[in-house]
């Protein structure tokens, strides 16, 4: 087992895909933030009458999926075809969910893009609602599946890592 | 108790911080990835023999913190004078600790900065090591201390939040 | 009466501006983007119900500010202390009216921040709804008013040129 | 007729379309930047002698149109073939004609990416000459053709929305 | 003979390669930075001990390869299927080389990304060492070879230009 | 001596500067592109008649002066005051010089900024000239002379090490 981003070197380098053929790929990560009950509802009242924090990190997280070979060094700058980020309100935890849900068609798969964009969405209302709750922790980044390539399907079986 | 993000119409935008003193201002920010034992293995024993997975992460952290403004929608863009990540080894929990520390000298804090600085090198460390390991979990990212501006110093009651 | 932007070879340069003194500064454009009357329609009534065209224009124009410098080749990269961008319906017009505005501290002016912002968040009114009305035109983005710097106050007025 | 940028909760999304063919397309966009007969006459006697205002401004909308889809926040990231910024000169009407012809061979159109040059290349200008020129007006961009694309050839009728 | 990068105007462009088949594409380029004897020790003893410089310089690399269609006006902006940076020491001539081999498949070379890579990855050995040593002269980055594409292969006979 | 940028770990850091004061800061670079005879005699008529070469070198050593923090890893992110790029032809060595000379008032010095708009130049003029000349070589790119700062004023002592 090796890592496969290092030469015989030892120096970093960004892998050659260009004998993969070009497959159809997904996958989707999830992460969570957790906060005051009170930010929490603040939020959720606030998307009809004093403003859509959940708006703001939704377009947030889609244009960081689109940056993340900007980002994250190592990682191959791919068109995606298409990026969703949905949210899921936990009132019994006092969190917000981040789904992010990344496909494109080619070379290599989209992990790194999904997990980017469910962090930048969590980072972003962090910065949205920093100013009533600095305490908020972002929790449980993770990969949840993924289909397309060679390394084939992987779909997280939940309970070995994530306690939430 | 208000987010000052949004307008009196409910829009986003960027707080005017033009009336704002330039103070001096410190804010470290802490995360986790949780992996296998035989990855952390790996990236520990790799440092030295076949590549050093937290200095290309480290590098991407520092450069993910001058990128704040352009991720984080509402954040200012501003200087920063230091920016410091540093990881710790916990081979108990099988996971790995980061922390970065950002200066400014300024009108806004540096909060953002410091966590999307863990963020990203906890995304760079999952990418460097995915190709061993897909469960990886990043955890907990939060804010420990802060100082300088108005809001004053804060520093985190670990016990409130998170339960690592 | 000289183009500033040139050097004494006719090359194009970035001004130098060491020697202005830092003060507040304000920059205000506007613009249009016309489109069919059932367009408009579905863009306010979306508001509550469908999916928010204005909430994600806003995001990008700014986002779009803050960039400035890294889409218009000469300008200076300054720090923003607030941006804001708002949006007016023009029934009778079957219009939308963006209005930004721009502040800094600083060595140098704000209009290309406004006016980059109001741009930006037409053509990102174009892009949500271009699937159902290709026809729409931006029109008429232009300086309304700004102050600060040596050049002063400058205030539209407004029968000039714009005969909207 | 729906809006296809939001999801069913009301959320944007950029849109999935790893099924589209990849199939060659083009658009070309125009627009109009309207100033003083002198700023004019400045721009047009400077090309030889002074500096030479156009060539920026075109440099600038060819790079717009490669970094449309981080500027507008639905775009997809797409490999463009080709990019003509073309230029116009209205003595009649005091103004610079931009005209921006993209091409790709892939899954979306290039509508926004030659719309976001003919609005760089004009916001150029404006910076190049504002010193001398603040009432430059930024007018009528608009999309003049387009094909390629499931969606098929459009060709602006001229006569219904611009009245320029 | 003619620069394909203009119209018949003298307006610059970036070139149609629509109707160019995807290849597969390769490129290597090397540079060089001579330094002081002792600056040179500090870095290659610094590896194991002090802080890799050579770390940090692949990883700005690698990361510049990707930007090159953002930092060259006319580059058009291609996936990337591989990046290596490797570095040699040479002991003689008090100077490190740099040498960068990227890979595609598509429709353009990738000569600029080789190109940029080399020279990024020399400014940051500069940036690292410059409090020591800012006499530090960055030599003779070329291409040393290219395959794929219309063009075919290119292999520099080393003595015609460079006489390092 | 040793290096400032790595702190007791051996790890990178961005060096802290915020006690430091703001002083105007001057850095002058320099660097060359050498070709065949009749690749300089393409670029210098060209000027007039078929395009200009040199005019999209510059704005992109420019813009690429105000990206200098997002391509070196360790670097600041600072407001320049100013930006020149100049050139000068050798036709006796055949080759084109390029100076940049940029300025700030500032915590850092603009070494850097001054050393990339130098390379980008020099791989902008390759990238417009490798259609017809693809043995053209960046040669001696150095800091010409510094000024501001605690390090006080840098004057290059040219015969030691450059022997263009």
């Known amino acids: 087992m090796e890592f496969t981003h290092f030469d015989e070197e030892g120096r ?33 009242e606030g998307r009809a009458k004093k403003g859509d924090v959940l708006a703001v990190s939704q377009v947030a997280g889609i244009m960081a999926a689109k940056e993340t ?5 190592m990682c191959h700058n791919i068109f995606l075809t298409g990026v969703d980020v949905k949210f899921q309100i936990y009132e019994d935890k006092s969190a917000i969910g ?24 969590c980072l972003t209302i962090y910065d949205m609602c920093k100013a009533v709750d600095r305490g908020m922790v972002i929790k449980d980044i993770c990969l949840m599946e993924k289909s397309g390539g060679k390394s084939g399907e992987y779909i997280r079986n939940e309970n070995v890592f994530v306690k939430y």
């Not at 380098?13 to 997904?26: C, I, Q, S, Y």
């Not at 070979?69 to 060094?73: C, D, E, L």
């Not at 496909?103 to 969405?121: F, P, R, Y």
């Open 12 to 44: 970093a380098r960004m892998v050659n895909v260009g004998e993969k053929p070009d497959t159809e790929r997904v996958a989707v990560a999830r992460g969570f933030i957790e906060m005051k009950p009170e930010t929490l509802k603040m939020i959720v």
């Open 69 to 73: 070979s900007r980002i994250i060094p």
């Open 98 to 121: 981040v789904e992010a849900r990344v496909t494109t068609v080619g070379k290599t798969g989209v992990e790194m893009e999904a997990l980017t964009a469910v962090s930048v969405a």
